[in-house]
């Protein structure tokens, strides 16, 4: 059995080597990266220009 011990004393625990933790919900990641990157500018394929990432819904319904 290949593995590793990781964690401080009180978090020491036995893990197979390469594990990344126990996966996120796709939705609980998705809004926490939309949070992190509101403010972030991208290019937008659909209008084609430049705009924040928080301004993107209302980019793709047509109201921008």
């Known amino acids: 059995m290949s593995g590793e011990w ?3 004393s009180a978090n020491r625990h ?3 080597t ?3 933790g126990p996966r ?3 939705a609980e990641l998705g809004q ?3 949070d992190e990157l509101a403010d972030a500018r991208f290019w ?3 209008c084609g220009g430049c705009h924040p990432l928080r ?3 209302a980019c ?3 109201q921008r």
């Open 6 to 8: 990781t964690g401080g």
């Open 14 to 16: 036995w893990q197979r």
């Open 18 to 20: 390469g594990y990344r």
């Open 24 to 26: 996120i919900d796709d």
């Open 32 to 34: 926490r990266l939309f």
């Open 44 to 46: 937008c394929e659909v």
């Open 55 to 57: 301004e993107h819904q």
């Open 60 to 62: 793709r319904d047509g």
